[in-house]
């Protein structure tokens, strides 16, 4: 069973930047899609980007242009840049694989000044 577990969250002002990063642990052969999703309090999760185990990335709207998702095969890691960051970027941000569509357990992004 594919586990994903994400890591770099934090406070940032403003503006500021953060990376986040994703390890999947377990049998990692099958991946086909990773992705990105977070959840702000009060609301339904949402998609931020997904990459294909062959790079094929796409963006939501909200957030084109100011992260860039990627990834490493050997490595069996994710990775999301997020540049020019906004208080509304303020959120849990998950990590998703498929198959076997699982999620992990999040990692806090809060961007405050």
């Known amino acids: 069973q594919v586990q994903p577990m994400e890591s770099g969250g934090g406070s940032v002002q403003p503006g500021g930047s953060l990376r986040l990063s994703c390890s999947a642990s377990?049998?990692?052969?099958?991946?086909?899609?990773m992705g990105w999703y977070r959840q702000a309090p009060g609301k339904q999760r949402e998609r931020i980007a997904t990459?294909?185990?062959?790079?094929?990335?796409n963006y939501a709207d909200p957030v084109k242009g100011r992260v860039t998702i990627s990834r490493d095969n050997a490595k069996n890691m994710m990775y999301l840049q997020m540049n020019r960051l906004k208080p509304e970027d303020t959120a849990v941000y998950y990590c998703?694989?498929?198959?076997?569509?699982?999620w992990g357990q999040g990692t806090q992004v809060t961007v405050s000044s």
């Open positions: 990459i294909s185990r062959g790079g094929i990335t």
């Open positions: 998703y694989v498929s198959p076997p569509g699982v």
């Open positions: 377990g049998n990692i052969s099958s991946i086909l899609i």
